[in-house]
């Protein structure tokens, strides 16, 4: 058996372990679209569609920075696949993200590659918080500004708005950069270790400072070629935001914008805890926690969030199979084919 073989058979079998673990999830699923509009939840095809269109057109944009020419329709399965991968083996990015270095391995470098992922995440980093801060706004000028939940949910984004803020002003120098990192995952690294974790050496953290400057040296000369990157990332999340709206409005309620992104937002931050808890539960919590406290009730907030993360990890698992297997398998038969013919 050949090792794609066998890696396409590891990742079926880790598949169905996630299946069964998940049959009592999808079974609630279904009591819960007994309550629905189901003719507004298929809504969210198109949209989750949308998120990998942005996502594809993110690599093929940033890539011509390099002057590589890639083609939508040759970077687009292999995004559905990466996305599928981070699905299946959820470890920050880490394994879709190898995956889809392997899958342009022929056609950008390795650096290249690590600079196109290192820029998502800072894009996404300040996507977010471009985010964040028009929920402020928005929830600023809504009616309820009077409830206490509500002041407390304003104070805590305007406390993450200047710590962004912060983050990013010593993020411009090097060597302050490195020394914060240096410090900050000391802790992280006991915690990592109590959990059999592996810690984050200084290879990673130089890594990371160094490929994060070789980001501000490239834009630096030119600004504006980081500007359709950047507003690919934005639309991925932009993209999340109206998935949840869209499932609120399956149950029959028009939400406030300003609500969704909050509650999206607070569960990216607080779901970096679920590496302390195998990823089980901090996501969702945080997100009902959220929803509740700006003013929805609790069943509402359970439900929606309920049908927006089994949605959003379930709707385009099938179609990422499928394309996976063309990436693992149906790519090697073909070169092997091709090698034959040459003979």
């Not at 942005?54 to 083609?71: G, I």
């Not at 196109?116 to 928005?138: D, E």
């Not at 927006?308 to 698992?317: H, K, V």
Request: glycine share 6%.
């Amino acid at each position: 058996m050949k090792l794609r073989h066998f890696a396409f058979f590891i990742i079926l079998v880790v598949l169905g372990i996630l299946v069964l673990q998940n049959i009592g999830k999808l079974g609630e699923l279904i009591n819960l679209l007994k309550n629905v509009n189901i003719a507004i939840l298929l809504l969210i095809i198109p949209v989750r569609y949308l998120y990998y269109w942005s996502n594809s057109r993110y690599y093929v944009h940033f890539y011509r920075l390099f002057n590589r020419r890639l083609q939508f329709k040759k970077v687009y399965p292999a995004v559905v696949s990466m996305n599928f991968v981070n699905t299946v083996i959820p470890s920050g990015g880490i394994s879709g993200g190898t995956f889809f270095a392997n899958a342009l391995e022929e056609k950008v470098t390795s650096r290249e590659s690590f600079l196109a992922q290192a820029f998502w995440y800072l894009a996404s980093f300040i996507g977010l918080v471009t985010v964040l801060a028009s929920s402020f706004i928005i929830l600023f000028f809504s009616n309820s500004i009077l409830r206490v939940s509500y002041r407390f949910i304003l104070i805590f984004i305007s406390i993450l708005l200047a710590v962004s803020f912060l983050v990013f002003a010593i993020s411009l120098n090097e060597t302050i950069m490195q020394k914060v990192l240096y410090i900050s995952t000391r802790p992280i690294n006991w915690l990592l270790k109590l959990i059999k974790r592996p810690a984050i050496g200084e290879v990673h953290i130089e890594r990371f400072v160094s490929g994060y400057h070789d980001l501000i040296e490239l834009f630096q000369a030119s600004p504006r070629r980081a500007v359709q990157p950047f507003l690919d990332a934005l639309i991925c999340i932009l993209v999340e935001v109206l998935s949840i709206m869209v499932v609120f409005l399956a149950f029959g309620v028009v939400i406030n914008p300003g609500v969704a992104a909050a509650g999206y937002i607070f569960a990216m931050i607080f779901s970096l805890l679920s590496i302390f808890t195998n990823g089980v539960g901090a996501y969702e919590a945080t997100m009902v926690a959220v929803f509740v406290a700006l003013g929805q009730p609790l069943e509402l907030s359970i439900s929606v969030t309920a049908v927006y993360r089994l949605i959003a990890m379930w709707l385009f698992i099938p179609y990422g199979l499928w394309f996976y297997k063309q990436q693992m398998l149906d790519s090697d038969d073909d070169n092997n084919n091709e090698l034959k013919h040459g003979e």
